[in-house]
């Protein structure tokens, strides 16, 4: 049998019987673990790029509950790129306004209002099932166009046994067991992953012990769609800190930090949900509870996300606070920097060894976020007298002096990582602008009426922008595909991508990060710099 | 920049009666909170995080 550990919003995957239940073990060149966000996308991004993908859930559809709902730009310039951005951004709530409280009182405004020429807004709020509902309904887009991508609802990875070179699942189904062989198995499955814990890989890190209450209300109150932060909030038993945040169809996410020693079960029910809920919103404020939750977080991460035949992403690999929505939106960056790597590995384009920078790179983000969202926590949860006194020393200072208002941390919000100094880089020979760096991911600016990021094609990309592109149309078999372009009268594109420079070329990796940049470049030299960034440099 | 620790208030005396006087009638929590306020502006005022990480260091040396 498969245990059922949550209820489903949409039944988008139902148990079918397989012929393959009843027949040897099969070999697949990519089993995916997990059909959660990260699962999926990676699923998508593989079969949109035609390598065959098979992802096993062992649940029949995307589980209730909004969890996360704060998606940042890149994570909606990364599902722009598998198709499924515009249905999130129509769907979602776009806020740009932040307030902060201390008490009764307002500390600070901040706008987050995005800088012009992005096609994408800097978040959106979308609860969770949505998000993977959109992804999955471009899975059935792209099966079929004949991406070959298969979903296997109820199926449960009961057992794990590594070989030479694949990896044997045992799989729980409603029909009884049968066995997968995979040549690269990707876990996928949750913070809690069953996975990590059949190969007895460690998981280290911060546990802070608190517990936070999610109540996610309906209403149609006339609340503006913005963030609302409190620290110490006045309202009774609300706790040590508190947010209110609008999500679609009406629904307010409402968070109370209630602190260790409590008892979840007591917490959760509705009497005492709603004495809380009604202390914050007022009298008469009418509402119906759609989803409560108490959970606690860790910040810590696996030493390594790649173990031989066998990947990590997403919460399986590394956890964070929520400040900062870091959560969800990293796992996406990781489905975005392993599809491009697996998918030239299988095809014998890349060596074995491209996959190891999988886990460099990837390290490098979740080390970047434990470390936002550990500070993020020490500032909402003074974990000493003087911490605390400090805090609210700030907290009082940020009300009157703008100096102290960068030192609020309530949370600082998720930006796509940049790999500096990782080994898949080439040559930075422009000094300026900085973030379009090497390491970087690309920048979107306008292009007439469309946005630069619609423009890249699939695969690798040499941006040319007025200057010449040498003649090079592939490099080992891995195409290269050119886009020249000019910053003439696109003043936005020149201060995004040429600082100083009179032009520049620009090497772009199927994930859009940047390679390599120069002034002007000949084909020896972007070739090896594409050499570089498919892992054939030596050492 | 670095940390200056040789003298270099003019009137010694006078700051240190404006130090005590801005503590005066207060209790022991509205002390600690004026004192990190204070820490707070001085330290935005120095800016140098180099003269800060000397400064801290110093500051921490009398306490071990």
């Given at each position: 049998?498969?245990?059922?550990?949550?209820?489903?919003?949409?039944?988008?995957?139902?148990?079918?019987?397989?012929?393959?239940?009843?027949?040897?073990?099969?070999?697949?060149?990519?089993?995916?673990?997990?059909?959660?966000?990260?699962?999926?996308?990676?699923?998508?991004?593989?079969?949109?790029?035609?390598?065959?993908?098979?992802?096993?859930?062992?649940?029949?559809?995307?589980?209730?509950?909004?969890?996360?709902?704060?998606?940042?730009?890149?994570?909606?310039?990364?599902?722009?790129?598998?198709?499924?951005?515009?249905?999130?951004?129509?769907?979602?709530?776009?806020?740009?306004?932040?307030?902060?409280?201390?008490?009764?009182?307002?500390?600070?405004?901040?706008?987050?209002?995005?800088?012009?020429?992005?096609?994408?807004?800097?978040?959106?709020?979308?609860?969770?099932?949505?998000?993977?509902?959109?992804?999955?309904?471009?899975?059935?887009?792209?099966?079929?166009?004949?991406?070959?991508?298969?979903?296997?609802?109820?199926?449960?990875?009961?057992?794990?046994?590594?070989?030479?070179?694949?990896?044997?699942?045992?799989?729980?189904?409603?029909?009884?067991?049968?066995?997968?062989?995979?040549?690269?198995?990707?876990?996928?499955?949750?913070?809690?992953?069953?996975?990590?814990?059949?190969?007895?890989?460690?998981?280290?890190?911060?546990?802070?012990?608190?517990?936070?209450?999610?109540?996610?209300?309906?209403?149609?109150?006339?609340?503006?769609?913005?963030?609302?932060?409190?620290?110490?909030?006045?309202?009774?038993?609300?706790?040590?800190?508190?947010?209110?945040?609008?999500?679609?169809?009406?629904?307010?996410?409402?968070?109370?930090?209630?602190?260790?020693?409590?008892?979840?079960?007591?917490?959760?029910?509705?009497?005492?949900?709603?004495?809380?809920?009604?202390?914050?919103?007022?009298?008469?404020?009418?509402?119906?509870?759609?989803?409560?939750?108490?959970?606690?977080?860790?910040?810590?991460?696996?030493?390594?996300?790649?173990?031989?035949?066998?990947?990590?992403?997403?919460?399986?690999?590394?956890?964070?606070?929520?400040?900062?929505?870091?959560?969800?939106?990293?796992?996406?960056?990781?489905?975005?920097?392993?599809?491009?790597?697996?998918?030239?590995?299988?095809?014998?384009?890349?060596?074995?060894?491209?996959?190891?920078s999988y886990s460099d790179?990837?390290?490098?983000?979740?080390?970047?976020?434990?470390?936002?969202?550990?500070?993020?926590?020490?500032?909402?949860?003074?974990?000493s007298e003087i911490s605390?006194?400090?805090?609210?020393?700030?907290?009082?200072?940020?009300?009157?002096?703008?100096?102290?208002?960068?030192?609020?941390?309530?949370?600082?919000?998720?930006?796509?990582?940049?790999?500096?100094?990782?080994?898949?880089?080439?040559?930075?020979?422009?000094?300026?602008?900085?973030?379009?760096?090497?390491?970087?991911?690309?920048?979107?600016?306008?292009?007439?009426?469309?946005?630069?990021?619609?423009?890249?094609?699939?695969?690798?990309?040499?941006?040319?922008?007025?200057?010449?592109?040498?003649?090079?149309?592939?490099?080992?078999?891995?195409?290269?595909?050119?886009?020249?372009?000019?910053?003439?009268?696109?003043?936005?594109?020149?201060?995004?991508?040429?600082?100083?420079?009179?032009?520049a070329v620009y090497l772009?990796?199927?994930?859009?990060?940047?390679?390599?940049?120069?002034?002007?470049?000949?084909?020896?030299?972007?070739?090896?710099?594409?050499?570089?960034?498919?892992?054939?440099?030596?050492? | 920049?670095?940390?200056?620790?040789?003298?270099?208030?003019?009137?010694?005396?006078?700051?240190?009666?404006?130090?005590?006087?801005?503590?005066?009638?207060?209790?022991?929590?509205?002390?600690?909170?004026?004192?990190?306020?204070?820490?707070?502006?001085?330290?935005?005022?120095?800016?140098?995080?180099?003269?800060?990480?000397?400064?801290?260091?110093?500051?921490?040396?009398?306490?071990?």
């Open positions: 049998m498969v245990d059922v550990r949550y209820d489903i919003a949409f039944r988008l995957y139902p148990y079918e019987k397989v012929p393959d239940q009843d027949l040897p073990p099969k070999r697949h060149p990519v089993v995916i673990v997990g059909g959660g966000p990260i699962g999926m996308a990676l699923a998508l991004d593989l079969g949109r790029k035609g390598t065959p993908v098979l992802v096993l859930d062992d649940h029949e559809g995307v589980g209730h509950g909004s969890r996360a709902i704060c998606f940042a730009k890149r994570t909606l310039e990364i599902a722009d790129r598998l198709g499924a951005g515009q249905a999130m951004v129509d769907k979602g709530v776009v806020w740009n306004v932040g307030k902060v409280f201390h008490g009764d009182d307002q500390v600070f405004e901040f706008n987050l209002q995005p800088e012009g020429g992005h096609k994408n807004p800097a978040f959106i709020n979308l609860q969770q099932p949505y998000f993977e509902k959109f992804i999955v309904d471009e899975i059935r887009r792209a099966q079929d166009d004949g991406a070959p991508i298969e979903i296997r609802g109820c199926n449960a990875v009961t057992g794990l046994t590594p070989a030479a070179d694949h990896v044997v699942l045992t799989v729980e189904t409603p029909d009884g067991p049968y066995r997968v062989e995979a040549d690269w198995l990707v876990a996928c499955d949750g913070a809690r992953s069953p996975l990590r814990d059949m190969m007895g890989l460690s998981f280290e890190g911060r546990v802070f012990e608190d517990n936070f209450l999610i109540a996610d209300v309906k209403m149609t109150a006339d609340f503006p769609t913005e963030r609302w932060f409190w620290f110490e909030p006045p309202f009774k038993d609300s706790g040590q800190s508190a947010l209110l945040h609008k999500q679609p169809d009406d629904i307010w996410r409402i968070d109370f930090q209630l602190g260790w020693d409590i008892d979840r079960a007591e917490e959760l029910k509705e009497e005492n949900v709603r004495a809380r809920v009604d202390a914050m919103l007022g009298e008469g404020v009418a509402y119906t509870l759609e989803w409560t939750s108490i959970y606690t977080f860790q910040c810590r991460r696996m030493q390594a996300f790649r173990h031989d035949r066998v990947f990590f992403a997403g919460d399986a690999a590394h956890q964070v606070s929520p400040f900062g929505a870091r959560g969800a939106n990293s796992g996406i960056q990781d489905a975005d920097n392993l599809a491009w790597k697996l998918d030239l590995v299988i095809r014998g384009l890349a060596p074995e060894r491209l996959l190891d790179e990837r390290v490098h983000g979740a080390d970047e976020n434990i470390l936002n969202s550990t500070r993020a926590t020490d500032f909402l949860t003074p974990k605390q006194i400090f805090r609210n020393a700030v907290l009082a200072l940020a009300r009157e002096h703008a100096f102290a208002r960068p030192l609020v941390n309530s949370g600082r919000l998720s930006v796509p990582c940049v790999y500096d100094g990782l080994s898949l880089n080439g040559p930075d020979l422009l000094e300026w602008p900085k973030r379009t760096r090497v390491g970087a991911p690309a920048v979107d600016a306008p292009l007439g009426e469309s946005h630069l990021l619609d423009h890249l094609p699939e695969g690798f990309t040499l941006l040319c922008i007025d200057a010449p592109a040498p003649d090079l149309g592939a490099v080992d078999g891995v195409p290269l595909t050119h886009l020249s372009l000019s910053a003439e009268g696109n003043p936005l594109l020149a201060d995004r991508y040429l600082g100083d420079a009179a032009g772009l990796r199927p994930d859009q990060h940047v390679v390599a940049r120069w002034p002007a470049v000949s084909a020896d030299e972007v070739r090896a710099a594409m050499q570089t960034a498919l892992g054939k440099d030596a050492g | 920049m670095t940390l200056n620790l040789e003298p270099n208030i003019p009137d010694p005396d006078g700051f240190y009666d404006l130090l005590l006087a801005a503590h005066q009638g207060l209790s022991k929590d509205e002390s600690d909170a004026l004192n990190a306020r204070l820490i707070l502006v001085l330290a935005n005022h120095v800016g140098d995080v180099d003269v800060l990480r000397e400064a801290l260091a110093a500051a921490r040396k009398r306490s071990e």
